[in-house]
T-cell receptor
Framework: KAGVTQTPRYLIKTRGQQVTLSCSPI?????VSWYQQTPGQGLQFLFE???????NKGNFPGRFSGRQFSNSRSEMNVSTLELGDSALYLC?????????????FGEGSRLTVL | KQEVTQIPAALSVPEGENLVLNCSFT??????LQWFRQDPGKGLTSLLL?????REQTSGRLNASLDKSSGRSTLYIAASQPGDSATYLC?????????FGTGTRLQVFP
């Protein structure tokens, strides 16, 4: 059974550009959440999607957005990139989005902003 | 506001030792607690999930306990091996997200 797949694994952008990251959850999983990991702030919650609806959102500016498709795949977009957006972006999926459910993470997309 | 702390921040031990990693949280109103392992440059691998109604979970050489009333969880690693070297993260499930600790960086040397 395939795990959570994130693409691209690595990317380099310059300030002011935008970026789109993709996440394919484990087959059958309907909930997808996104986290940002940086050396200074650790792992922080970005947002969660369930059945194409954003259920929760973390404390990030509006430049960070996401969506989920009918096949549960999710994308997140960051516009007007800043140097501080350099991070490892991790996607996690869970079967039904239950608050007691186990989360399974992908390998992440490492974004470098120059 | 929920805060999660992990002690120690780093640990270096010889192979074969039994280890205890600590995780503490400030608000006992959690749904569950999950332990993860992260290798350098990699994603998170789920190790153990403890629901709020449970006291412990075991998987192979790993055992995790949960004491909600005191806001503490421990991860016990038996007979450590060099392959156990990684960063270990605990995370508590709040109403809508996981809140992570800062991790314990473990090095097991031969």
């Amino acid at each position: 059974k395939a795990g959570v797949t994130q693409t691209p694994r690595y990317l380099i952008k310059t300030r002011g550009q935008q970026v789109t990251l993709s996440c394919s959850p484990i087959s059958g999983h309907r909930s997808v959440s996104w986290y940002q990991q940086t050396p200074g702030q650790g792992l922080q919650f970005l947002f969660e999607y369930f059945s194409e609806t954003q259920r929760n959102k973390g404390n990030f500016p509006g430049r960070f957005s996401g969506r989920q498709f009918s096949n549960s795949r999710s994308e997140m977009n960051v516009s007007t990139l800043e140097l501080g957006d350099s991070a490892l972006y991790l996607c996690a999926s869970s079967p039904d989005g239950a608050l007691t459910g186990e989360l399974f993470f992908g390998e992440g997309s490492r974004l470098t902003v120059l | 506001k929920q805060e999660v702390t992990q002690i120690p921040a780093a640990l270096s031990v010889p192979e074969g030792e039994n280890l205890v990693l600590n995780c503490s949280f400030t608000d006992s109103a959690i749904y569950n607690l999950q332990w993860f392992r992260q290798d350098p440059g990699k994603g998170l691998t789920s190790l153990l999930l403890i629901q709020s109604s449970q006291r412990e979970q075991t998987s192979g050489r790993l055992n995790a306990s949960l004491d909600k009333s005191s806001g503490r969880s421990t991860l016990y690693i038996a007979a450590s091996q060099p392959g156990d070297s990684a960063t270990y993260l605990c995370a508590v499930r709040d109403t809508d997200k996981l809140i992570f600790g800062t991790g314990t960086r473990l090095q097991v040397f031969p």
